[in-house]
């Protein structure tokens, strides 16, 4: 199975400061189609998962573009430019490129 | 708007079985894929299983092959988790999310003695 690791596991972040997750494959994620089948999800506290981004860079609607994601083959990064309160939570990277599809372990998001 | 609805979570004793249902409204599940990802208490997101709306293929993470099955009903809006032999690791809130995008409230499965 491939293996997401993500780092940190926990940020604790200025108001108005950015924030950069990190997300590390164990098996390149470009699939037989060229496209990388790379997630992000945002998970507010009591909420379900939300997707922010697909195949990479992506970003679903409503999500606000203080948010962007990059990356390719193995290497991936969220990344906030401006740290909002309402982006308290835990971050997820996710592949969908091989089956089992599995996440990353997850990276919290605090206000410093 | 689209939107899916789990239902059946429930307490169960290991060894035990629970179907799980996911309904979908504004959209059926014929070109869909469908995801089925559980939380354990306090514990990170983890994928358990797949379905094909297009192909009618099904996918499994190893530690439920054998004992969940996916299925789905002819109008093609309510797709099932037949989840037997349930082990105590098992308990989390299950959701689905349709081509994950669109994630339900979750339901909520315990097992335990």
């Known amino acids: 199975d491939v293996v997401m690791t993500q780092s940190p596991l926990s940020l604790s972040v200025t108001l108005g400061q950015p924030a950069s997750i990190s997300c590390k494959s164990s098996?390149?994620?470009?699939?037989?189609?060229?496209?990388?089948?790379l997630n992000w999800f945002q998970q507010r506290p009591g909420q379900s998962p939300r997707r922010l981004f697909f195949k990479i860079s992506n970003r679903d609607s409503g999500v606000p573009d203080r948010f962007s994601g990059s990356g390719s083959g193995t290497d991936f990064t969220l990344k906030i430019t401006r740290v909002e309160a309402e982006d308290v939570g835990v971050y997820y990277c996710?592949?969908?490129?091989?089956?089992?599809?599995?996440f990353g372990q997850g990276t919290k998001v605090e206000i410093k | 708007d689209e939107e899916v609805l789990e239902s059946g979570g429930g307490l169960v004793q290991p060894g035990g079985s629970l179907r799980l249902s996911c309904a979908a409204s504004g959209f059926t599940f014929t070109s869909a894929i469908v995801s089925w990802v559980r939380q354990a208490p306090g514990k990170g997101l983890e994928w358990v299983s797949a379905f094909s709306g297009k192909t009618g293929g099904t996918y499994y993470v190893d530690s439920v092959k054998g004992r969940f099955t996916i299925s789905r009903d002819n109008s093609k809006t309510t797709l099932y988790m037949q989840m037997n032999s349930l082990r105590v690791e098992d308990t989390a809130v299950y959701y689905c999310?349709?081509?994950?995008?669109?994630w339900g409230q979750g339901t909520l499965v315990t097992v335990s003695s």
């Open positions: 098996q390149s994620l470009v699939y037989t189609d060229g496209n990388t089948y």
């Open positions: 996710m592949q969908g490129t091989h089956w089992p599809q599995t």
């Open positions: 999310a349709k081509d994950l995008a669109v």
